[in-house]
């Protein structure tokens, strides 16, 4: 027998009846003891009474209702993560004709970027000449002389790399992938709402 008096949890693993400790030496205790049986027996009142009592449950809304006013905070990683999410579609077979055009996409500008870096010449002096070519039929237009002089200018800017070659397969990349992905992102969603 125990020399001491029964704890309280002691008591609740009394009226637990499906506590799995071995609760042979705490009856063995209650055996021999009024104080701990009136303790016991009291509880038990308090647990009946409480498993008599109405049982509660919140409204199906309630936790719409309490969160309508809850003003959530976003973290930024967060909104972004969401935000990705919400560009890849929802359909397996629409995933992967993202996924299919995505990659040929990306191929098809590594190999202009990488065309595009082996004829640097070509693509500045084409630039070079367009800018020219725009400026000399502005200057024709209000009929000034000095075109030449200031087209030389703008080519020489372009040819002396003040056009950075990397910033302007960088710019053309990082253009033309927004321009796909808001192009796949309209195409599926007019597809699941031709679906739907
Ligand atoms: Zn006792």
Known sequence: MQQRHLLPDEIDQLLDSE??????????????CSACVQQLA????VCDTIEQLQHFAPSPRFTASVMAQV???EPWHVALTTSAQRLIPASRPMRV?????????ALGLSAGAVWLSTRPDMTLYAAGLAASRVLRALLDATGTIINDTFGQTALDALRSGSVSRAGL????????????????????????????
């Open 71 to 73: 003003r959530v905070v």
């Open 97 to 105: 004709v993202m996924l299919a055009s995505g990659s040929l996409m």
């Open 19 to 32: 506590s799995s400790v071995d609760v042979a030496p705490l009856l063995a205790h209650l055996d021999a």
């Open 169 to 196: 397969g960088g710019v053309v990349v990082v253009t033309a992938i927004g321009v796909a992905t808001i192009g796949l992102r309209a195409a599926a969603t007019s597809a699941r709402r031709a679906r739907e």
């Open 42 to 45: 009291d509880a038990r009142v």
